[in-house]
């Protein structure tokens, strides 16, 4: 019931820019905070950037700050990571989740979205 589908990864250069998207169903989108996550190879899954339920209030991950953007347009319940200055260290699956402190009813982690920054 509850979904949310991440596109826009692929295969970049360092320096590159990327805009991931999360296309969200089955849940009240507006009532929730939305972040991104991701994990490499051998990592854990770490916080990426978050945003207010109306995008008002954004937070990034140190390594991220001042190349990535967290926005969301909840009449198209999306939300989207613009990455620009990308890094080899960047290269990881990002996921989206819904919540900050408190889930939809039956949300799970979804496929992700694979980003790879190299050569």
């Known amino acids: 019931q509850v979904q949310l589908v991440e596109s826009g990864g692929g295969l970049v250069q360092p320096g590159g820019s990327l805009r991931l998207s999360c296309v969200a169903s089955?849940?009240?989108?507006?009532?929730?905070?939305m972040s991104w996550y991701r994990q490499a190879p051998g990592k854990e899954r770490e916080l990426v950037a978050s945003v207010s339920l109306a995008g008002g209030r954004t937070n990034y991950a140190d390594s991220v700050k001042g190349r990535f953007t967290i926005s969301r347009d909840n009449a198209k319940a999306t939300t989207y990571l613009q990455m620009n200055s990308l890094k080899p260290e960047d290269t990881a699956v990002y996921y989206c989740?819904?919540?900050?402190?408190?889930?939809?009813?039956?949300?799970?982690w979804g496929q992700g979205t694979q980003v790879t920054v190299s050569s």
């Open positions: 089955g849940f009240t989108f507006s009532s929730y905070g």
């Open positions: 989740k819904a919540g900050l402190t408190q889930v939809p009813r039956g949300w799970t």
